[in-house]
């Protein structure tokens, strides 16, 4: 098999050999515009969509700029290897998105990345450490109250969508089957130089279906969680921030960067949050963006 580069580490690194004098300084020389530092114990963010027109990289480098966590989970579609292998795009902003997250590793922050389906290619990666961030398949998350959530992209699911009417009439081997298949269908996709089958762009193209999809999705995704048991679960990939309970399951979705701008955090006391930084940045809610996104896929 064909061993693709590692994005990451092909980038220039413009910043200075670790060193707590070498840094340059982190913070913007205008004073913040979307108030003081957060300061929380865990911070998920996925579908960043860096390599791509549509990711909001400016609006994600003020969110980093204004966070502080012990931990930061990359819950995937991070770095658009999909986008990228047809066309680079590139600019300095994505780079500065990689080089905060970098830095925040550096600086003590345990940086953990769960790779989407954009970004497969570092699934190959995984059990790796790459310039202080891990790279895992999937991870249980405690949160400080002693919750486990079980933290995956959601990619998984696709498959289930798919097969959503004649699964519920087959049941639970062919359920696993599904989730199995789905990886490899994709891959077997690719390599006959197909698009990846995209759930969210699914939803948008079937948009009087996508409330039951999402509802399937978010219903697949706690289930998946019960039966690691675990308490909960934190995923993304839909690009629908949320955070509610199924059935006495803690579904929690981090949202995107292309489109709602949002995250989840754990506060100090265990609490979790969804935070709307387009709210914080005073922009209007991006609510025509279908064109650009889906072109963005
Ligand atoms: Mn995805």
């Given at each position: 098999m064909k061993r693709e580069p590692w994005p990451l580490l092909d980038?220039?690194?413009?910043?200075?050999?670790?060193g707590p004098s070498d840094?340059?300084?982190?913070?913007?020389?205008?004073?913040?515009?979307?108030?003081d530092t957060l300061r929380v114990r865990t911070v998920w963010i996925s579908d960043?969509?860096?390599?791509?027109?549509?990711?909001q990289a400016e609006a994600l480098l003020d969110f980093l700029r204004h966070v502080d966590c012990a931990t930061l989970y990359l819950v995937g579609d991070i770095i658009d290897g999909w986008q990228l292998r047809r066309s680079w795009y590139w600019p300095q902003a994505h780079n500065d998105v990689v080089q905060k997250i970098l830095r925040k590793a550096r600086k003590g922050t345990r940086v953990v990345f769960v790779p989407g389906n954009h970004d497969e290619f570092a699934r190959r990666y995984v059990s790796h450490n790459f310039g202080g961030v891990d790279v895992v398949e999937d991870c249980m998350h405690v949160t400080a109250d002693g919750r486990r959530l079980w933290v995956t992209h959601g990619d998984l699911f696709d498959g289930v969508i798919q097969c959503a009417r004649w699964l519920a009439i087959a049941g639970d081997v062919a359920y696993e089957w599904t989730l199995k298949f789905n990886r490899w269908f994709n891959r077997a996709r690719a390599r006959l130089g197909l698009p990846y089958w995209s759930l969210s762009r699914y939803l948008k193209l079937k948009v009087k279906r996508a409330v039951s999809y999402v509802g399937e999705f978010e219903a697949a995704v706690a289930r998946e969680a019960r039966r690691r048991g675990a308490d909960g679960v934190v995923c993304g990939h839909i690009h629908h921030a949320e955070l509610r309970d199924i059935d006495g399951m803690l579904y929690a979705n981090d949202g995107?960067?292309?489109?709602?701008l949002s995250a989840l955090v754990e506060w100090p006391e265990g609490r979790l949050e969804i935070i709307d930084w387009s709210a914080r940045l005073g922009?209007?809610?991006?609510?025509?963006?279908l064109s650009a996104e889906v072109a963005a896929r």
């Open positions: 980038l220039p690194i413009d910043a200075p050999p670790d840094d340059p300084p982190d913070e913007p020389p205008t004073p913040p515009r979307a108030g960043l969509h860096l390599g791509t027109p549509g990711c995107d960067w292309v489109e709602s922009q209007r809610h991006p609510s025509s963006t």
